[in-house]
Structures are given as structure tokens and as C-alpha cells.
């Protein structure tokens, strides 16, 4: 493990992992993600975008509503 920080959150995750140098693409997404404002989640984040399904529906339900939406061939807004 890296104990270099950095300015970017993406070089940073990427660099705190178990891995070899990054590849050509991931030095051109994390750019891409730079240049676009993207940040990490963080998981109160996480958790406030994973509110858009009712806790009382199953998951059957879930994939099914998925199944539709993509049959339908419209997007489903997530919050």
C-alpha cells in the first residue's frame, strides 16, 4: 500500500488498492472523472441513493419492475 496522498479521491482509491500501476484506461477515466466534477460516493451517499425502492417490496418485485422498465425501453430516474 501507497502512503502517498493525493489530490484526486480516484488516484487515491485506486492507488490504496492491491493492484499493479493503472492501466492507459484507468488513467484516462479517472481524468475523464476529474474533468467532470465526479467524486466517490461515500455510503451515507451510498445508502441515500439506494432509498428508491420500498423496504416492504421483495426483490422479485424489484427485478421484475426492472424487467418492465427495460422491455418499455424508457430510463428509470434514480434520485
Given at each position: ?40 460516493l ?27 422498465w ?10
Amino acid at each position: 500500500m501507497r502512503e502517498e496522498a493525493t489530490e484526486n479521491p480516484a488516484e487515491e482509491a485506486l492507488a490504496n488498492q492491491h493492484t499493479p500501476e493503472p492501466t492507459e484506461a484507468q488513467r484516462r477515466l479517472m481524468k475523464l472523472a476529474e474533468e467532470q466534477g465526479v467524486k466517490p460516493l461515500d455510503f451515507d451517499a451510498l445508502l441515500a441513493k439506494a432509498d428508491f425502492w420500498p423496504e416492504d417490496e421483495s426483490i422479485d418485485d424489484f427485478i421484475a419492475a426492472v424487467q418492465e422498465w427495460r422491455s418499455e425501453g424508457g430510463e428509470r430516474e434514480l434520485p
